[in-house]
Protein backbone atom coordinates (compact mmCIF):
# COMPACT_ATOMS: atom_id res chain seq x y z
CA UNK A 1 0.00 0.00 0.00
CA UNK A 2 1.57 3.54 -1.02
CA UNK A 3 2.41 5.32 1.94
CA UNK A 4 3.53 9.03 2.42
CA UNK A 5 7.20 8.73 3.59
CA UNK A 6 9.38 11.28 5.83
CA UNK A 7 13.46 11.43 6.69
CA UNK A 8 15.01 11.81 9.08
CA UNK A 9 12.91 9.97 11.68
CA UNK A 10 14.77 12.16 14.07
CA UNK A 11 16.63 15.52 13.60
CA UNK A 12 19.00 17.04 16.17
CA UNK A 13 20.09 21.04 15.76
CA UNK A 14 21.38 23.78 17.40
CA UNK A 15 19.05 26.47 17.56
CA UNK A 16 19.80 29.13 14.79
CA UNK A 17 20.69 26.36 12.74
CA UNK A 18 18.78 25.88 9.33
CA UNK A 19 16.82 22.85 9.01
CA UNK A 20 15.38 21.16 6.08
CA UNK A 21 12.41 17.86 6.82
CA UNK A 22 11.80 15.90 3.98
CA UNK A 23 8.71 13.93 2.23
CA UNK A 24 8.02 12.13 -0.41
CA UNK A 25 4.04 12.06 -0.17
CA UNK A 26 2.03 9.40 -2.60
CA UNK A 27 2.08 9.77 -5.94
CA UNK A 28 -0.53 10.79 -7.57
CA UNK A 29 -2.07 12.96 -4.86
CA UNK A 30 -2.31 16.60 -5.74
CA UNK A 31 -2.40 18.47 -2.28
CA UNK A 32 0.40 18.45 0.83
CA UNK A 33 0.36 19.77 3.95
CA UNK A 34 2.59 20.19 6.99
CA UNK A 35 1.37 19.83 10.61
CA UNK A 36 3.32 19.37 13.94
CA UNK A 37 2.44 18.63 17.16
CA UNK A 38 4.60 19.40 20.59
CA UNK A 39 5.29 16.95 23.04
CA UNK A 40 1.58 16.64 24.59
CA UNK A 41 -0.14 19.25 22.80
CA UNK A 42 -2.62 18.87 19.86
CA UNK A 43 -1.74 18.24 16.27
CA UNK A 44 -1.13 21.77 14.65
CA UNK A 45 -1.77 22.46 11.30
CA UNK A 46 0.89 24.35 9.50
CA UNK A 47 0.69 24.87 5.32
CA UNK A 48 -0.81 23.40 2.84
CA UNK A 49 0.32 23.75 -0.51
CA UNK A 50 -1.10 22.89 -4.40
CA UNK A 51 -0.47 23.40 -7.27
CA UNK A 52 3.28 24.19 -6.67
CA UNK A 53 2.06 27.27 -4.40
CA UNK A 54 0.89 27.52 -0.68
CA UNK A 55 -2.77 27.23 -0.44
CA UNK A 56 -3.24 27.71 3.15
CA UNK A 57 -1.00 28.55 6.09
CA UNK A 58 -1.82 28.97 9.62
CA UNK A 59 -0.51 31.76 12.32
CA UNK A 60 2.13 29.33 13.18
CA UNK A 61 4.03 29.86 9.45
CA UNK A 62 5.70 32.40 9.89
CA UNK A 63 8.51 33.77 7.75
CA UNK A 64 10.82 31.34 9.66
CA UNK A 65 9.07 28.40 7.44
CA UNK A 66 9.56 27.76 4.16
CA UNK A 67 8.29 24.76 1.96
CA UNK A 68 9.11 23.76 -1.58
CA UNK A 69 8.39 21.09 -4.02
CA UNK A 70 11.77 20.84 -5.58
CA UNK A 71 11.27 17.89 -8.19
CA UNK A 72 7.99 15.69 -8.68
CA UNK A 73 8.05 13.74 -5.90
CA UNK A 74 9.92 15.51 -2.64
CA UNK A 75 8.04 17.98 -0.50
CA UNK A 76 10.02 20.22 2.04
CA UNK A 77 10.01 22.38 5.16
CA UNK A 78 12.32 24.60 5.50
CA UNK A 79 13.15 26.04 9.06
CA UNK A 80 15.19 29.06 8.71
CA UNK A 81 16.82 29.46 11.90
CA UNK A 82 15.67 27.27 14.71
CA UNK A 83 14.55 27.98 18.22
CA UNK A 84 13.93 26.04 21.22
CA UNK A 85 9.93 26.30 20.57
CA UNK A 86 10.28 24.46 17.06
CA UNK A 87 11.23 21.05 18.95
CA UNK A 88 8.02 19.30 18.02
CA UNK A 89 7.09 16.05 15.81
CA UNK A 90 6.71 17.65 12.22
CA UNK A 91 3.74 15.59 9.84
CA UNK A 92 3.55 15.48 6.99
CA UNK A 93 0.40 14.22 4.79
CA UNK A 94 -0.83 14.07 1.16
CA UNK A 95 -4.38 13.64 -0.46
CA UNK A 96 -5.69 13.24 -3.61
CA UNK A 97 -8.21 15.46 -6.00
CA UNK A 98 -11.33 16.91 -4.78
CA UNK A 99 -12.91 13.97 -5.57
CA UNK A 100 -11.18 11.96 -2.80
CA UNK A 101 -12.67 14.53 0.26
CA UNK A 102 -10.28 15.21 2.84
CA UNK A 103 -8.80 12.20 3.49
CA UNK A 104 -5.64 13.03 4.67
CA UNK A 105 -2.59 10.38 4.61
CA UNK A 106 -0.48 11.06 7.18
CA UNK A 107 3.45 10.16 7.25
CA UNK A 108 5.85 8.89 10.35
CA UNK A 109 6.83 12.16 11.17
CA UNK A 110 10.27 13.49 11.82
CA UNK A 111 11.35 14.45 15.88
CA UNK A 112 12.95 17.62 15.56
CA UNK A 113 14.84 18.50 18.97
CA UNK A 114 16.79 22.06 18.72
CA UNK A 115 18.83 22.38 21.51
CA UNK B 1 -15.42 24.82 10.19
CA UNK B 2 -18.11 23.75 13.25
CA UNK B 3 -16.48 23.12 16.65
CA UNK B 4 -16.23 19.76 18.47
CA UNK B 5 -16.66 18.21 21.72
CA UNK B 6 -14.97 14.81 22.32
CA UNK B 7 -15.08 12.88 26.14
CA UNK B 8 -11.35 13.24 26.94
CA UNK B 9 -11.08 9.51 27.66
CA UNK B 10 -12.36 6.63 27.87
CA UNK B 11 -12.54 2.65 28.74
CA UNK B 12 -13.16 -0.37 26.80
CA UNK B 13 -13.21 -4.32 27.07
CA UNK B 14 -11.03 -5.90 24.30
CA UNK B 15 -13.74 -7.50 22.02
CA UNK B 16 -16.45 -5.64 23.02
CA UNK B 17 -17.70 -2.65 20.60
CA UNK B 18 -15.97 0.93 21.48
CA UNK B 19 -18.71 3.83 20.83
CA UNK B 20 -17.20 7.16 21.35
CA UNK B 21 -19.37 10.26 21.15
CA UNK B 22 -19.10 13.77 19.43
CA UNK B 23 -21.17 16.80 19.52
CA UNK B 24 -21.33 19.23 16.61
CA UNK B 25 -23.86 21.37 17.12
CA UNK B 26 -23.21 24.00 14.87
CA UNK B 27 -22.27 22.01 11.89
CA UNK B 28 -23.66 23.70 9.05
CA UNK B 29 -24.99 21.81 5.69
CA UNK B 30 -22.23 21.33 3.53
CA UNK B 31 -19.83 20.19 6.43
CA UNK B 32 -18.93 16.78 6.63
CA UNK B 33 -17.88 14.89 9.99
CA UNK B 34 -14.46 13.44 9.61
CA UNK B 35 -12.98 10.59 12.04
CA UNK B 36 -8.74 10.41 12.40
CA UNK B 37 -7.14 8.61 15.23
CA UNK B 38 -3.52 8.84 16.63
CA UNK B 39 -1.79 5.60 17.97
CA UNK B 40 0.82 7.03 20.18
CA UNK B 41 3.61 9.44 18.64
CA UNK B 42 2.44 8.41 15.14
CA UNK B 43 0.87 10.29 12.14
CA UNK B 44 -3.02 10.30 12.69
CA UNK B 45 -4.76 7.92 10.47
CA UNK B 46 -7.91 8.00 8.80
CA UNK B 47 -11.06 6.08 9.81
CA UNK B 48 -13.90 6.92 7.96
CA UNK B 49 -16.08 10.07 6.96
CA UNK B 50 -19.91 11.02 6.27
CA UNK B 51 -22.08 13.99 5.62
CA UNK B 52 -25.50 12.51 7.09
CA UNK B 53 -26.04 8.69 6.10
CA UNK B 54 -24.89 6.35 8.70
CA UNK B 55 -21.43 4.72 6.79
CA UNK B 56 -19.35 1.46 7.69
CA UNK B 57 -16.13 0.44 6.39
CA UNK B 58 -13.35 -2.35 7.19
CA UNK B 59 -12.33 -0.15 10.19
CA UNK B 60 -15.49 1.52 11.70
CA UNK B 61 -19.47 2.86 11.87
CA UNK B 62 -20.03 5.92 11.99
CA UNK B 63 -23.90 6.87 13.03
CA UNK B 64 -24.98 10.28 12.08
CA UNK B 65 -27.97 11.82 14.00
CA UNK B 66 -31.14 12.87 12.24
CA UNK B 67 -30.37 16.57 13.15
CA UNK B 68 -26.54 16.15 12.50
CA UNK B 69 -25.52 17.62 15.80
CA UNK B 70 -23.85 14.45 17.00
CA UNK B 71 -22.14 11.32 16.30
CA UNK B 72 -20.77 8.27 17.30
CA UNK B 73 -17.82 6.41 15.70
CA UNK B 74 -18.05 2.39 16.38
CA UNK B 75 -15.94 0.24 16.73
CA UNK B 76 -17.27 -3.04 16.67
CA UNK B 77 -14.57 -5.66 17.98
CA UNK B 78 -11.74 -3.30 20.12
CA UNK B 79 -8.71 -5.01 20.05
CA UNK B 80 -5.49 -4.01 22.18
CA UNK B 81 -3.87 -2.37 18.85
CA UNK B 82 -7.25 0.50 19.15
CA UNK B 83 -5.87 2.12 21.83
CA UNK B 84 -5.37 5.78 20.43
CA UNK B 85 -6.76 9.13 20.72
CA UNK B 86 -9.75 9.55 17.94
CA UNK B 87 -10.51 12.75 16.97
CA UNK B 88 -13.72 13.94 15.76
CA UNK B 89 -13.39 16.57 12.85
CA UNK B 90 -15.81 18.86 10.67
CA UNK B 91 -14.81 20.50 7.77
CA UNK B 92 -16.71 21.64 4.73
CA UNK B 93 -16.80 20.30 1.61
CA UNK B 94 -15.62 23.28 -0.31
CA UNK B 95 -12.92 22.90 -2.32
CA UNK B 96 -9.50 24.08 -1.21
CA UNK B 97 -6.84 22.49 0.33
CA UNK B 98 -8.35 22.61 4.19
CA UNK B 99 -6.04 21.89 6.32
CA UNK B 100 -7.34 20.11 9.43
CA UNK B 101 -7.92 21.31 12.88
CA UNK B 102 -6.94 18.85 16.12
CA UNK B 103 -8.85 19.29 19.15
CA UNK B 104 -7.72 17.16 22.06
CA UNK B 105 -9.92 13.95 21.07
CA UNK B 106 -10.68 10.76 23.30
CA UNK B 107 -8.05 9.05 24.52
CA UNK B 108 -9.48 5.42 23.77
CA UNK B 109 -8.04 2.87 26.33
CA UNK B 110 -8.45 -0.97 25.32
CA UNK B 111 -8.48 -2.93 28.60
CA UNK B 112 -7.70 -6.88 28.27
Known amino acids: EPEVTQTPSHQVTQMGQEVILRCVPI?????FYWYRQILGQKVEFLVS????????KSEIFDDQFSVERPDGSNFTLKIRSTKLEDSAMYFCASRTGLAGGNIQYFGAGTRLSVL | DAKTTQPPSMDCAEGRAANLPCNHSTISGNEYVYWYRQIHSQGPQYIIH???NNETNEMASLIITEDRKSSTLILPHATLRDTAVYYC?????????????FGKGTHLIIQP
Open chain 1, 27 to 31: SNHLY
Open chain 2, 50 to 52: GLK
Open chain 2, 89 to 101: IVIGSGGGADGLT
Open chain 1, 49 to 56: FYNNEISE
